[in-house]
């Protein structure tokens, strides 16, 4: 395809003449197809302007003829009528009239202020009522009126509404000697009898006959293709009759008109313009594909010849070109005989293999092997080749230095004749280093690249290959967690720490027999998988080893440091037992060996058995209750003004009750919620219903103070809580100042972004911000001074020891002028004593949550509470809570 492209663009530089003649050639074609077009169009119009003129001319003698008809009949009326005396003798002429007038449906005699005198229909009808009357009277020099329209076949037909038909009203003055008007005969003309005529025209010539009054309004017709009167009018006015064209609803027509002095009327004839010249177009079609045929032969042919002529130019230098190009390939070229003799190479080749072509003319590309293939590996290739068939595949060759080297080759069988290979042509491209790269992506794929021990997924593959080859009983994980890298690695930096996991698992390489696979899980936890191995006393042994050898000193720098660590023992035996199931009873049974004071190991039991199924229990329970309304119900812990005992708000706390009277603990269910990740929807379900019972204690007017909710390091931690927190806020119309958000102390020390934003975010809105459980965590002054919040929040492990451990009021003392010092207000919770609530009164404690005043309440309890106390109103707010 692009060598011909490439044929064709330089036929076209290079035969310039062949082309110009063939296209003055085309250009006298189509100019003669232009000129007999442009004579045919105007021919046809011509015709159709010659022939719309006679039907026009008849349409309207036919029109006036009828009207005349009806005319005569109705002025031999007049006359007749004041003669007869009687209604039946006036009823019987009418009909007789009516009856030989096939334009009329009816004719009625009216008195002159409109009353019925006497009525003949084909239909009769009653309660008559006529629209010419008033004119006349007021016009009663008026030879006639010709009404619009009216539905009903006959006035005032009782069937208008449910029939498309319709009448023309023609009404005439009967008048005494005096002139002055005594009856009216009306005439109902049928425009059935004239659209009948109208849409044999359409039918047959495909046009549109219409039937105007002299004022432009619409007698007859058919609705489309109207003209516009305000241009048919004036032209009327001028001539009587005339032609012209016109553009209706994107589509052109010719339009001819006759009007007669006689009758007020105008007879339009609209045709089509499409129609007119389709005879012609069917011709022109003709002519046109005739002409585009000579066209395309004309350019073939000189095509043909202008290519024909290039091709011989360009033959001579094939040759020369396509021997320049493959030896600037870039991949290596050789070409060798039916025998694998080498005749010919390029220059890459050399560059490629180190072989110069003195070295190898006439020798066989055997030089390059490298000993990896087998003989029926070479043997296939030239089955494939000598049948006449390309081969491609991967080599490892050998260099003239010596080294290997992996290369993509492609043979290709040149044919004779015969169909018989006489020649082959090889092109070799070096992927030694693409080869490299996918070995090194398949190794960090499978291991960690600090360590290059087997990584997670590496581990799980093989734990889950084991299982489906082998007995679980000859399993046994060996669950391995650093106890003190954090420190190392926040004090020492990461430098020390990546320098002690390697450390780590050289020494735990060291000891492990070759049955045993190690792998390094991710952070500082490794993990051991032995098979064969599953007595209690072995295993034991095996993790005093693994003790033993990461507690050996690590050097570094000038210092030398000694960690820890804790291992979790999982067997293969236990019932139902999967791959995953067994990594997790490892990984339990490691963090009761930490629970139990670390550098030890435990293995897993049957209690941590039943604690693992629990928690499998829970965890399916809680994504039931989280979608029902029913199982987790808000509870309300009042807190009080520490000095006046007034009601200051309350904690908004979660209660879960699993089945009829079992309530799971909020410490197990919440904290199985932030591993499981379920704390996202939990946290949810919690702000949703508490903003909805804040929505409606505001409806209704009920003061409850600022409501405090607690909420997760993990809901900071993984989405952008704040905004969705306000959000929701503002769906239920909650004030800002109305909600305080609780966050553990272990919060502030999440080196996160997403934790930091969503803290900043919350106290710019206006969100009060306290810092629970204060004293249990670690967290720093800078740490506070940070955050900058607004409550600290003193742990009940601390309250319940004032009064009877003195080293628990020295904290709450150090506590409290902390918080006071940075600008902080308190709140202890726990308070179950009057000692502690006068010990917490004496130092200024803020306010109080705790059993003395309440336990947590429902809502409507709350209720209660708080009405038998007075809300107190925290001025440094602005206002008023509620």
């Not at 035969?15 to 296209?23: E, N, S, V």
């Not at 209706?248 to 045709?271: A, E, F, H, K, W």
């Not at 313009?273 to 002519?287: G, Q, T, Y």
Request: with cysteine; glycine share 6%; hydrophobic share 40%.
């Amino acid at each position: 395809m692009i060598n011909s492209l490439f044929l064709l663009k330089s036929a076209l530089i290079r035969q310039k003449w062949i082309f110009g003649g063939a296209t003055l050639v085309l250009a006298f074609f189509w100019f003669v197809l232009q000129h007999t077009i442009d004579r045919g169009v105007s021919r046809s119009l011509a015709e159709q302007d010659s022939s719309n003129a006679l039907l026009a001319h008849a349409l309207e003698d036919s029109v006036v003829r009828s009207f005349q008809s009806v005319n005569s009949t109705m002025m031999s009326l007049v006359e007749s009528l004041p003669q007869l005396e009687g209604r039946f003798e006036i009823e019987n002429v009418l009909r007789e009239r009516l009856r030989t007038s096939p334009q009329l449906r009816s004719l009625d005699l009216l008195n002159a202020n409109g009353t019925i005198q006497a009525t003949v229909t084909r239909n009769v009808g009653t309660n008559l009522s006529y629209s010419c009357v008033e004119r006349l009277k007021a016009d009663v020099m008026a030879e006639f009126i010709i009404g619009l329209p009216e539905p009903g076949r006959y006035p005032n037909d009782p069937f208008a509404n449910r029939s498309s038909l319709s009448h023309i009203p023609l009404c005439m003055p009967i008048t005494d000697e005096m002139g002055q008007l005594q009856n009216i005969l009306m005439a109902s003309i049928n425009p059935q009898y004239f659209g009948n005529l109208f849409s044999s025209v359409g039918n047959t010539l495909g046009s549109y006959v219409h039937l105007y009054r002299y004022d432009g309004e619409l007698l007859l017709g058919h609705q489309q293709a109207l003209p516009d009167i305000g241009r048919l009018l004036p032209r009327v006015k001028e001539t009587s009759w005339g032609q012209y064209r016109e553009s209706i609803d994107g589509l052109n027509y010719l339009i001819s008109y006759r009007s007669t002095s006689l009758l007020p009327l105008i007879t339009v004839l609209i045709s089509d313009e499409e129609s007119a010249l389709s005879s012609w177009k069917h011709d022109e079609r003709m002519i046109s594909l005739f002409l585009l045929a000579a066209s395309i032969v004309t350019v073939i042919v000189a095509l043909t010849i202008a290519l024909l002529l290039e091709k011989r130019r360009m033959v001579q230098g094939d040759n020369i070109l396509l021997s320049t190009a493959i030896r600037s390939a870039a991949n290596a070229v050789f070409i060798t005989n039916r025998s694998g003799d080498i005749h010919w190479i390029n220059k890459a080749f050399t560059q490629l293999t180190g072989y110069g072509f003195e070295e190898v003319k006439g020798k066989n590309p055997k030089i390059l092997n490298s000993g990896f293939h087998s003989k029926d590996f070479f043997r296939d290739l030239w089955s494939s080749i000598l049948a006449g068939k390309s081969w491609r595949g991967e080599l490892i060759n050998r260099h003239k230095n010596g080294h290997s080297m992996t290369v993509e080759q492609t043979v290709t069988p040149i044919l004779d004749e015969r169909g018989v290979a006489e020649h082959f042509v090889a092109v070799h491209e070096d992927v030694t280093a693409r080869k490299s790269a996918e070995q090194k992506a398949l190794f960090l794929a499978d291991h960690d690249p600090l360590t290059t021990l087997p990584n997670r997924r590496y581990f799980e593959q093989r734990l889950y290959q084991l299982f489906q080859d082998e007995s679980p009983g000859l399993i046994s994980i060996f669950f391995i967690d650093l106890d003190r890298f954090k420190e190392i690695n926040d004090t020492m930096g990461h430098e020390a720490g990546d320098a002690l996991l390697v450390h780590t698992s050289d020494n735990l390489k060291s000891i492990l027999p070759e049955h045993c696979l190690l792998a390094r899980l991710g952070g500082d936890e490794f993990a051991v998988l032995a098979s064969n191995n599953d007595d209690y006393e072995s295993q034991a042994r095996l993790a005093e080893l693994i003790i033993s050898a990461v507690a050996r000193p690590f050097h570094y720098d000038d210092g030398v440091f000694s960690v820890t660590c804790s291992v979790g023992i999982a067997k293969g035996g236990y019932s139902a037992l999967d791959a995953s199931m067994m990594l997790r009873q490892a990984d339990m049974a490691m963090y009761r060996a930490k629970h139990d004071g670390k550098n030890t190991y435990r293995f897993f039991d049957k209690a941590m058995d039943a604690l693992m199924k629990r928690r499998v229990f829970l965890q399916q329970q809680l994504e039931l209750a989280i979608h029902r309304e029913k199982d987790l119900s808000l509870r309300f812990q009042p807190q009080v003004d520490a000095a006046t005992g007034r009601v200051y708000g309350a904690e908004a706390l979660l209660r879960w009750e699993i089945s009829a009277g079992e309530w799971v603990s909020p410490a197990e269910f919440i904290t199985l919620a932030e591993e499981t990740g379920q704390i996202l929807e939990v946290g949810t379900w919690l702000m949703e219903n508490l903003f909805q019972q804040m929505a409606s204690w505001n409806a209704k007017g009920f003061l409850f103070g600022k409501i405090s909710m607690n909420i997760s390091s993990v809901q900071l931690a993984r989405e952008a809580l704040a905004q969705r927190l306000l959000d929701l806020m503002d769906k239920f119309s909650i004030p800002y100042n109305q909600i305080c958000a609780e966050i553990t102390e272990t919060t502030l020390m999440a080196d996160s972004e997403m934790v930091t934003e969503n803290l900043k975010c919350l106290k710019q809105a206006g969100i009060t911000l306290s810092i629970d459980d204060f004293g249990t965590g670690y967290s720093s002054m800078s740490y506070l001074k940070a955050l900058n919040a607004d409550h600290l929040k003193i742990d009940r492990s601390f309250v319940i020891g004032i009064g009877a451990n003195e080293s628990d009021e020295h904290i709450v003392r150090a506590t409290m002028a902390l918080a006071h010092s940075l600008g902080m207000e308190t709140v202890a919770e726990g308070v179950d004593s009057e000692e502690q609530l006068a010990f917490l009164q004496k130092l200024s404690c803020d306010y109080i949550q705790g059993y003395l005043f309440a336990k947590p309440l429902e809502a409507g309890d709350f209720e209660d509470f708080v009405s038998r106390r007075q809300l107190v109103i925290n001025t440094s707010e602005g206002g008023e809570y509620g």
